[in-house]
């Protein structure tokens, strides 16, 4: 089921890693949105090379859209090992490919506030009417059960990145610094 609907999606919009991944954020942790987009990505690519002898115009169609509409590395290198030249991928349907950059935001975040103390921090999102929108007309359509929001990601993963880069701790009650990333732009609020 969630190969069938995960190739269902890809085959109409291009999404990286993260927004896929995300369309069944629910299911399973320990795993980065990231890296259960990759990973779907990948069955999806495996199970068509698996066909290739059988249904080998079905196969290549797979591997095509994984590769222009999924970024995905493998069918890229599949498809080019067989001579068909693949389209590149260009933006993510949703995120605008921002999400492959968390650890770019993190540290233009950290370079806003280089000139202040701070022990602690929280990572707020803003995203646009239409990122919203272009969420629900894909959660609307194919039926979504298991998504997570990209407010939500992208609060995790730029404040994963901020802690890293930085050694200081989220804190959700009282933070020094409140960081408001948006898709083209950071706030920074700083508490007393």
């Known amino acids: 089921m969630i190969l069938k609907l995960a190739e269902a999606i890809l085959r109409e919009y291009p999404l990286c890693d993260s927004c896929l991944g995300r369309q069944f954020g629910n299911l399973l942790t320990g795993l980065s949105n990231s890296e259960r987009g990759h990973a779907i990505k990948l069955s999806l690519a495996m199970e068509a090379h698996s066909r290739m002898d059988e249904d ?4 290549i169609e797979i591997l095509s859209f994984l590769a222009y509409n999924g970024a995905h590395i493998p069918a ?3 498809l080019q090992k067989m001579g068909i030249e693949v ?3 260009e933006k993510c349907f949703l995120c605008n490919n921002f999400l492959s950059r968390t650890r770019e935001i993190a540290k233009k975040c950290l370079n806003r506030v280089k000139d202040y103390e701070f022990h602690t921090f929280l990572v707020g999102a803003k995203v646009t009417e239409e990122v919203l929108n272009k969420e629900e007309e894909l959660s609307r359509k194919f039926s979504l059960k298991f998504s997570e929001s990209i407010k939500s990601e992208i609060s ?3 404040g994963k990145e901020i802690e890293r880069i930085s050694g200081k701790g989220i804190d959700r009650e009282n933070p020094d610094i409140v960081f408001i990333v948006g898709l ?3 706030e920074v609020q700083i508490n007393p």
Do not use: G
């Open 87 to 89: 389209r590149p991928f």
């Open 56 to 59: 080998p115009e079905e196969a």
């Open 156 to 158: 995790r993963e730029i």
């Open 76 to 78: 890229v290198e599949s």
């Open 184 to 186: 083209s732009d950071i």
